[in-house]
């Protein structure tokens, strides 16, 4: 028996960003053979274009990021590409082709090869009856085996090429391997000396070999504890007592942990951990134990406020066990399972305000939530309403035909998506939307787009807005250049031992962070005056000045907030200790020299807070 692994692999694709004008690159490549070695490099167009190759040195111009694909010719090896900038292997073994990635500047490689004849002095004999269901491949130069149908013979290298590995590619285990007329082992896979090796590989099933899958149980109720049993993906229905199978297939069981407990379950008396499902091929005969307790009930207090609005679930929602309820307080019965969980559901048109269990809020970023650790005599209350969308917001878009690929303002969870078109709309919304997302994009634009919320632009993190509004509130979605003329900036200053690390965060009015206020500062379409709310960190003592002099220190509620005003134009934060003195000798106040916030005259002043005519200055 062999239990089948599924792996998820998440692939991250990192595309570099080029121009379709960027700069060619030297290229060179050393080359010890040219009788044995080939190359192609692609064009500009990434067609592949065969080149010129000698032996010794060749210099090639070719375009940035291009692909150079090195290749052996007819009875040749390409065994080694080294990178001489880096000092490093790119490949070492035997290969027919090679590609090699060049980048933005100039690279330079060599090429070792060989005759096939001088490397590979050994061979062995392997025979297979489908070579698609069977993968070849040799130890110390990890080279795959290309196998046809029938009796194969395969040349290989004895010093490095000590060992064959063999196994299934077709997930279906081989039914046996041979080697010199002995049987193979198999464990998990087939490792075969080289020397002298004579293999056949039988990958099919005979129809008559048959395995006895059997259970016994640790009382007659567990038998339930199995729900569905499947063979090569087809349900059985008689499986309680046992079945027999052909040898090779997929075998499936499924346990029905919403009700019973899984305490333990064996295969021919080993341990096997399961999550819900079991899975195997068969290749021997099985004896399953299973252990297994029924869960009990537990009563829980629900209380909810229009049941209308909502759908309770026993467990999870896909598992469709629903709870029916009246308006008030209820206590229900509910199934003592591993989760332990009950879910609340928004009904269409509905929306929930609060869930809690045992007064703790829980919170859902969708229509549901789910409760877990429920025991006896919990206490879970549901608060809901209907969707009223009865606020509204002025968006105006400005440049809509830019998006050619596409256009999204939509709600949180994607349930609403007006259609905007240019000029002004109208977009009802209610307290549950938020927050709203924006994203487009067309051949003219790019990335290139800016949002105004009552004049003040909002900033994306990672060009992904969440955007949050109050009703009457006018949005600017601008895709073309349409308030080029009239923004206005305003920049951010640290002062000497303040900086970035010392701020979490940085809010603009309606509650949406400035997510690059330290490098972009703040935007706003002229003659608009907003608020600015800056949390310092827990350890940071910090002040901030505008230029025409005011000072903001941390409010009661922890945080700074700094009026914005169509004549401010940069915001310094610096050690709160430091700023705040009202008053320096009247020498300083009559003559307009420069002192620092200590006191101390400077003839040259850097970028910083200064006081110039007893009033604190921005340079």
Not at 433 to 438: A, E, K, M, Q, Y
Request: a negative charge; glycine letters at 8%.
């Amino acid at each position: 028996m062999k239990k089948i692994y599924s792996l998820f692999l998440t692939m991250l694709f990192c595309i570099v960003g080029m121009t379709a004008n960027a700069a060619d690159i030297k290229l060179t490549i050393d080359v010890d053979d040219a009788s044995r070695v080939g190359i192609k490099i692609t064009d500009a167009n990434y067609v592949y274009q065969e080149q010129t190759v000698v032996t010794g040195t060749n210099e090639y111009t070719v375009p940035a990021y291009s692909t150079v694909k090195v290749y052996a010719k007819e009875g040749a090896l390409i065994t080694n590409i080294k990178n001489t900038l880096a000092s490093n292997d790119i490949c070492n073994g035997y290969y027919d082709t090679y590609e090699v990635y060049t980048f933005d500047s100039n690279m330079s490689i060599s090429i070792k090869s060989a005759k096939e004849d001088d490397v590979f002095t050994g061979s062995f004999k392997i025979t297979v009856d489908n070579p698609n269901a069977v993968s070849a491949s040799l130890s110390g130069t990890n080279r795959n085996i290309a196998l046809q149908k029938g009796a194969n013979t395969v040349k290989y290298a004895p010093e490095k090429e000590t060992e064959v590995y063999i196994n299934s590619s077709s997930g279906t285990p081989l039914y046996k391997v041979m080697n010199n007329g002995a049987e193979v082992k198999n464990a998990g896979g087939y490792a075969i000396p080289t020397k002298d090796a004579n293999i056949e590989v039988i990958s099919v099933w005979p129809d008559d070999v048959k395995f006895n899958m059997s259970f016994s149980y640790n009382n007659e109720d567990a038998k339930n504890a199995i729900s569905a049993v499947s063979v090569n993906y087809e349900p059985i229905s008689d499986f309680t007592n046992g079945f027999e199978v052909k040898g090779g297939a997929s075998v499936s069981i499924t346990f029905n942990t919403s009700e019973y407990n899984i305490e333990s379950f064996k295969a021919n008396g080993q341990n096997v951990s399961i999550y819900g499902s079991y899975y195997f091929y068969a290749t021997e005969n099985v004896k399953f134990e299973v252990n297994a307790k029924k869960f009990g009930n537990i009563k829980v207090n629900v209380s909810v406020d229009e049941p209308s609005n909502v759908i309770v679930y026993d467990g999870y929602a896909y598992q469709g066990k629903t709870i029916e309820l009246k308006k008030g307080e209820n206590t229900v019965e509910v199934v003592e399972n591993g989760n332990n969980c009950i879910t609340v559901e928004a009904n269409s048109g509905c929306y929930l305000t609060s869930v809690t269990h045992n007064g703790e809020e829980k919170y859902s970023y969708g229509s549901d939530v789910s409760v877990y650790d429920i025991k006896e005599g919990s206490t879970i209350v549901i608060k809901s309403g209907k969707i009223n969308r009865d606020q509204v917001a002025n968006v105006f878009v400005w440049g809509r035909d830019l998006a050619s690929e596409y256009f999204n303002f939509c709600n949180r969870d994607g349930s609403l998506v007006p259609e905007l078109v240019e000029g002004k709309n109208t977009v009802n919304f209610y307290e549950k939307d938020f927050p709203f997302g924006f994203n487009c994009y067309g051949e003219s634009i790019g990335s290139e787009n800016k949002i105004y919320i009552n004049n003040v632009k909002a900033q994306g993190y990672y060009g992904s807005y969440a955007l949050y509004f109050e009703n009457e509130a006018r949005i600017d979605i601008v895709l073309n250049d349409h308030f080029k003329d009239s923004e206005k900036n305003v920049q951010f200053i640290f002062n000497d031992g303040i900086d970035q690390s010392m701020v979490s965060s940085v809010m603009l009015p309606s509650n949406n962070q400035a997510w690059n206020w330290a490098t972009e500062g703040l935007t706003a379409i002229e003659n608009a005056s907003y608020d600015v709310t800056i949390k310092p960190t827990s350890t940071a003592n910090i002040a901030a000045v505008t230029d025409n002099g005011n000072i903001y220190k941390v409010n009661a509620e922890g945080v700074i907030v700094i009026k914005v005003t169509p004549e401010t134009k940069s915001i310094t934060l610096a050690d709160a200790t430091t700023v705040g003195i009202n008053e320096i000798n009247n020498d300083a106040s009559a003559d307009k020299k420069i002192y620092t916030l200590e006191g101390i005259e400077v003839k040259n002043a850097k970028r910083g807070l200064y006081i110039v005519g007893g009033k604190v200055r921005v340079f």
